[in-house]
């Protein structure tokens, strides 16, 4: 597809289950971010691929939280053991280069943990 | 850190030019001036970039002082779907992530 395309876009899960929030990014780019957004609250960076390099995972919240990029071209964020404050809106971006079109994001997996 | 200032909120009247400043002091020399907004329920979206020199696109135009410690994007004709939240964001080296600051909530008005 043309966009960032992210599945699924709503997704209600219980209490310390494990959710998988998928990204497809815009084919050829190589750089691909995941950020979060709290209700009411700022973009909050997660994590950050760029190729074959080992990933920035600084923005982490906990160890609940990873991210594989498989291929260098899809991306899943996985949490586990969902607790109530990880609900959230999960956005996933990519880039080509940067100076040239800055980010692409995708409309976000809306995550509500009950 | 956000490294970027910006007011909480502002005003336009529909049809009148949206003039959002941002304040940018501790830039660095190979940073960039970048601008995004969220429309409601949606991911940002990229609106335009500048290093130094003012900067014109089908969106918006971007007026970056001659110290670069301040910018200005500049809506010329805002619109009822321009209301949005407006990020400025000022980024290091390429292959570094966007820091999302609080942004400038921009309403539009009828």
């Known amino acids: 597809g043309a966009g960032v395309s992210q599945s699924p876009s709503n997704k209600v899960t219980e209490k310390g289950k494990d959710v998988e929030l998928r990204c497809d990014p815009i084919?050829?780019?190589?750089?691909l971010y995941w950020y979060r957004q709290s209700l009411g609250q700022g973009l909050e960076f997660l994590i950050y691929f760029q190729g074959n390099s080992a990933p920035d995972k600084s923005g982490l919240p906990s160890d609940r939280f990873s991210a594989e990029r498989t291929g260098g071209s899809v991306s899943t964020l996985t949490i586990q053991r969902t607790q109530q404050e990880d609900s959230a809106v999960y956005l996933c971006?990519?880039?080509?280069?940067?100076?040239?079109?800055?980010?692409?994001f995708g409309s976000g997996t809306r995550l509500t943990v009950v | 850190d956000a490294k970027t200032t910006q007011p909480t909120s502002m005003d336009c009247a529909e049809g009148r030019a949206a003039n959002l400043p941002c304040n940018h002091s501790t830039i660095s020399g190979n940073e960039y001036v970048y601008w995004y907004r969220q429309i409601h329920s949606q991911g940002p979206q990229y609106i335009i970039h500048g290093l130094k020199n003012n900067e014109t696109n089908e969106m918006a135009s971007l007026i970056i002082t001659e110290d670069r410690k301040s910018s200005t994007l500049i809506l010329p004709h805002a619109t009822l779907r321009d209301t949005a939240v407006y990020y400025c964001?000022?980024?290091?080296?390429?292959?570094?992530?966007?820091?999302f600051g609080p942004g400038t909530r921009l309403s539009v008005l009828p």
């Open positions: 084919s050829g780019h190589t750089a």
């Open positions: 964001i000022v980024r290091p080296n390429y292959g570094q992530n966007f820091v």
């Open positions: 971006a990519s880039s080509g280069r940067v100076e040239d079109y800055g980010y692409t």
